[in-house]
């Protein structure tokens, strides 16, 4: 079984990660996956496509089609592409309404998943410490807050430990994003705004004095 402290860290991990990528780009990764899946959806959206497709092969025809040289031939492909404009809006709007029936169950399940499992851990295990501090290690008003709220004295609660697996998740973030951010402008010769900043303060601006020479 895995360890309720491991557990709680890669939960917050999962809910970290949501967070950075953003809802919209999951749900539309997930509604992408979806479509290709053998369902009724997935055949609608490959029938929207060929007839789209369709559609734009009329379009060009239209257009490439002189109404006053070839006007029964155009006023044929005129047909076409009004039948075949409206239905692909049609269809559109069952794929959009379809699509955002998706999204909203999906990020229902999303939160249920994440925040809420979240919620039903820290009401569960509200009483159970997750481990035990050093006994006189720590001041008794310490081991009381790490206890908060309801977990033994001398122990850390579940609360406790997801705010620090909270923060020490963001603090790496933002460290690996920051090195990734230094490391590509070193790499790609430029330089960072915080270093061009230090050397127009630290003495990068030259006086005319300096330019005379």
Request: charged content about 20%; aromatic content about 12%.
């Amino acid at each position: 079984m895995v360890s309720l402290l491991i557990l709680v860290l890669l939960l917050q991990l999962a809910i970290h990660l949501i967070n950075t990528l953003g809802s919209s780009a999951i749900a539309s990764l997930l509604w992408t996956l979806y479509t290709r899946l053998p369902t009724p959806t997935s055949r609608a959206t490959s029938e929207f496509r060929k007839l789209q497709r369709e559609y734009l092969v009329v379009r060009k025809d239209l257009h490439a089609t002189s109404s006053q040289d070839e006007f029964a031939k155009w006023a044929k492909l005129r047909r076409q592409h009004d039948k075949l404009l409206g239905e692909l809006e049609s269809r559109k709007t069952a794929l959009e309404a379809g699509k955002a029936s998706f999204e909203r169950y999906a990020g229902g399940a999303r939160w249920v998943a994440t925040n809420g499992f979240k919620f039903f851990l820290q009401t569960w295990f509200a009483r159970q410490p997750l481990f035990w501090l050093a006994p006189g290690w720590f001041p008794w008003y310490v081991e009381w807050v790490l206890a908060f709220p309801r977990a033994p004295t001398g122990s850390v609660s579940v609360q406790v430990w997801v705010m620090a697996c909270a923060s020490v998740v963001q603090l790496v973030s933002d460290a690996v994003a920051r090195a990734y951010l230094l490391f590509a402008s070193r790499r790609g010769g430029k330089v960072p705004v915080d270093m061009k900043k230090e050397e127009a303060v630290g003495g990068g601006v030259q006086t005319p004095h300096e330019k005379e020479l």
